[in-house]
């Protein structure tokens, strides 16, 4: 049996920053400890997988000025470079690993049109969800995205997010699905 320092110990190390990175209720992914509404953005027309990842790369810095849009775009550029993060069903998870963030940020941007994005499903894309994590979270960094897919796999929340009147409305479906409240 542990003793008191070993329990203090444990409990000490359940309480990383990478635990409040993604928060779980009831085992569900919650996206508003990763996601603010400054980092929504809907109809965005852009007319490249480049020029998204620009984007995208901007709205992750919202709310963190110590970042660097330049670094951001080239950690999300390279990812892509390895192959697709288009999963299919019109989603794509752009994401990479940081230097100099504690935790996970993340950032969703509703396209105006669908723009090919080399998905699994060779469908084009209309709804991205951007992910950076520390660059020591490895498999924080894996657990995220599994829990991602597996939300935007729902085909009732993918329509009620594709539509959401404005940003507002999408934050609040995609966080409140997280969260176990109706958002339709």
Request: no cysteine.
């Amino acid at each position: 049996m542990p003793n008191k320092e070993q329990r203090a110990d444990d409990a000490r190390s359940d309480a990383t920053p990478h635990d409040a990175m993604a928060r779980e209720r009831d085992g569900i992914l919650d996206v508003g400890s990763l996601l603010v509404p400054a980092r929504v953005a809907v109809d965005v027309q852009v007319s490249s997988k480049k020029r998204l990842l620009e984007e995208l790369a901007v709205l992750l810095l919202k709310d963190n000025p110590n970042l660097d849009r330049s670094t951001v775009f080239q950690i999300l550029n390279e990812r892509e470079r390895l192959g697709s993060t288009g999963i299919g069903e019109g989603v794509a998870l752009p994401h990479g690993r940081l230097n100099g963030i504690d935790e996970a940020i993340a950032a969703v941007v509703r396209l105006k049109r669908p723009l090919d994005f080399d998905a699994v499903d060779q469908e084009p894309v209309s709804l991205v969800f951007g992910l950076l994590v520390p660059a020591q979270a490895t498999e924080t960094h894996l657990e995220l995205l599994a829990a991602l897919a597996k939300m935007f796999s729902d085909p009732h929340l993918r329509g009620q997010i594709m539509r959401a009147p404005d940003a507002d409305a999408l934050y609040r479906r995609i966080v409140g699905a997280t969260r176990g409240a109706d958002v339709s």
